[in-house]
């Protein structure tokens, strides 16, 4: 089992930036590529970006390409989302997710998941 925390959203104006964390705690952080997922008030959940175990790989969705940065540091058992030149369609809730392999980009390819952390964004 691996626990999820997400902290770091908050209410910000358009171009401003948000780091967003997510801790683990329970079985090996380090075994799991993480994903990060938002889901907007009446629209599907939707895939953000995702980092290999060792943290050497990742992918982004279109939407974030170049905005927004995923790293992770396996000795604090941490993720993170370096959200850049945020616009109001960011706004979401975000969820960290544990992958059950690297290049997953759908829901159901992830096995843990936290409670979110809320981003609004304001024009």
């Known amino acids: 089992q691996v626990q999820l925390v997400e902290s770091g959203g908050g209410l910000v104006q358009t171009g401003d930036s948000l780091r967003l964390s997510c801790a683990a705690s329970?079985?090996?952080?380090?075994?799991?590529?993480m994903g990060w997922f938002r889901q907007a008030p009446g629209k599907e959940r939707e895939f953000v970006a995702q980092?290999?175990?060792?943290?050497?790989?990742?992918y982004y969705a279109d939407s974030v390409k170049g905005r927004f940065t995923i790293s992770r540091d396996n000795a604090k058992n941490t993720v993170f989302l370096q959200m850049n030149s945020l616009k109001p369609e960011d706004t979401a809730v975000y969820y960290c997710?544990?992958?059950?392999?690297?290049?997953?980009?759908?829901?159901?390819?992830?096995?843990?998941w936290g409670q979110g952390t809320q981003v609004t964004v304001s024009s």
């Open positions: 997710a544990a992958a059950l392999y690297y290049g997953a980009s759908h829901g159901h390819e992830y096995k843990y």
């Open positions: 329970g079985r090996t952080f380090s075994n799991f590529p």
């Open positions: 980092i290999s175990w060792s943290g050497s790989m990742t």
